[in-house]
């Protein structure tokens, strides 16, 4: 944040709060049961504000998405010398596992989250929807990677750019991750709905997720 100019902390800080205050009205009382009108209310911002930073409502309680999409580019782009785009990728995995970051999935009382998701069926298909685009911007950068990609690196900033339609390779990886991710996700998810305690979901995730991205990478380089 500090090396944001003040007018992009700025905007940052009322994105931040449209969002915590949304979230915080939609785990009260249900996703449905909430309003654009009401949220801006609450955080003292017009609904036109609202509109401006999260084009669709879903977005106001999936807005991590585009931190999510950051960190990925980030962690293939700027990997080391050597390391492979899915080794990068399940270093971040692990890692923001491990440091309990937001987008790791799996913290104590998450589970209200998942159930306001599981609740509505406009932020299920939104979700389904995110997992689509975030699995074709895994195309892109493993293209961008391999340099099968139809424009050069530099030249790209989405990294969710064109992949050679004669090369499946990133497509297959890209999906692979985003299958392998999924279910040790909902896995985890089950068991602490069930009762598990937290703790020990997250060390189980911890090495059902390395297995199932190493068993990832096997399988791409043999592909």
């Given at each position: 944040?500090e090396t944001?100019?003040?007018?992009e902390r700025?905007k940052?800080?009322?994105?931040?709060?449209?969002s915590d205050?949304?979230?915080g009205?939609?785990?009260?009382?249900?996703?449905?049961?909430?309003t654009?009108?009401?949220?801006?209310?609450a955080?003292g911002v017009?609904?036109k504000?609202?509109f401006?930073y999260?084009?669709r409502?879903?977005?106001l309680?999936?807005?991590?998405?585009p931190?999510?999409?950051?960190?990925?580019?980030?962690a293939v782009?700027?990997?080391a010398?050597?390391e492979?785009?899915?080794?990068?990728?399940?270093?971040?995995?692990?890692?923001?596992?491990?440091?309990?970051?937001?987008?790791?999935?799996?913290?104590?009382?998450y589970e209200?989250?998942?159930q306001?998701i599981?609740?509505s069926?406009a932020l299920?298909?939104?979700?389904?929807?995110?997992?689509e685009?975030?699995e074709?911007?895994?195309?892109?950068?493993?293209?961008?990677?391999?340099g099968?990609?139809?424009a050069?690196?530099?030249?790209?900033?989405d990294?969710a750019?064109?992949?050679d339609?004669?090369?499946?390779?990133?497509?297959?990886?890209?999906?692979?991750?985003?299958?392998?991710?999924r279910?040790?996700?909902?896995?985890s998810?089950?068991?602490?709905?069930?009762?598990?305690?937290?703790?020990d979901?997250i060390?189980?995730?911890?090495?059902?997720?390395?297995r199932?991205?190493?068993?990832v990478?096997r399988?791409?380089?043999?592909f």
């Amino acid at each position: 944040m500090e090396t944001l100019g003040l007018r992009e902390r700025k905007k940052r800080q009322t994105r931040s709060l449209i969002s915590d205050v949304a979230s915080g009205l939609f785990m009260q009382r249900g996703f449905d049961n909430v309003t654009v009108a009401e949220v801006a209310e609450a955080a003292g911002v017009s609904t036109k504000t609202v509109f401006n930073y999260f084009p669709r409502k879903e977005d106001l309680f999936l807005d991590r998405y585009p931190e999510a999409v950051e960190l990925v580019t980030q962690a293939v782009r700027e990997r080391a010398e050597g390391e492979s785009p899915l080794a990068a990728l399940r270093r971040l995995f692990l890692g923001m596992l491990r440091e309990g970051h937001p987008l790791g999935g799996i913290a104590p009382g998450y589970e209200v989250f998942w159930q306001v998701i599981l609740d509505s069926p406009a932020l299920r298909a939104r979700a389904r929807e995110l997992v689509e685009e975030f699995e074709g911007v895994l195309a892109g950068l493993f293209a961008e990677a391999a340099g099968s990609g139809t424009a050069d690196r530099a030249d790209r900033a989405d990294p969710a750019g064109p992949v050679d339609p004669a090369d499946p390779a990133p497509r297959l990886a890209a999906a692979l991750v985003v299958a392998a991710y999924r279910a040790v996700y909902v896995t985890s998810i089950d068991r602490i709905r069930a009762g598990d305690p937290v703790h020990d979901v997250i060390a189980d995730r911890m090495v059902l997720l390395d297995r199932a991205l190493l068993a990832v990478e096997r399988a791409v380089a043999a592909f």
